[in-house]
Nanobody, 128 residues
Framework: QVHLVESGGGSVQAGGSLRLSCAASGWSISDYCMGWFRQAPGKEREGVAVITHQCILYSTNSVEGRFTISRDVAKNMLYLQMNSLKPEETAMYYC??????????????????????WGAGTQVTVSS
């Protein structure tokens, strides 16, 4: 059974850093495109970054240069290193997995239809 568990969230001051982790169990992340999404209060969920099964990276413009997505296939873990955090990035952060056989490069990487499994999320709070 596919299972995703996020951790590493917390409270940090603006300009600070956090590293989120996502532990996958029941399958290998090498068979999936793995992404991070976030949802701020009162807003729609948005894609933050993805690493495909071919190790192609995509991220939303607002985090480029500050956030880094990575994976450790041996440990079956996905990570999101977040630096220079801003108060507006306060949100619940979710890990998601999309089966590589169903991944479509003609669809946007942040299209939630690309993802089959989701974690419960980890809260990130950035204070000013």
């Amino acid at each position: 059974q596919v299972h995703l568990v996020e951790s590493g969230g917390g409270s940090v001051q603006a300009g600070g850093s956090l590293r989120l982790s996502c532990a996958a169990s029941g399958w290998s992340i090498s068979d999936y495109c793995m992404g991070w999404f976030r949802q701020a209060p009162g807003k729609e969920r948005e894609g933050v970054a993805v690493i495909t099964h071919q190790c192609i990276l995509y991220s939303t413009n607002s985090v480029e240069g500050r956030f880094t997505i990575s994976r450790d296939v041996a440990k079956n873990m996905l990570y999101l290193q977040m630096n220079s955090l801003k108060p507006e990035e306060t949100a619940m952060y979710y890990c998601a997995a999309g089966l590589k056989e169903r991944w479509r490069y003609d669809m946007n990487w942040y299209d939630e239809r690309q993802y089959n499994y989701w974690g419960a999320g980890t809260q990130v709070t950035v204070s000013s």
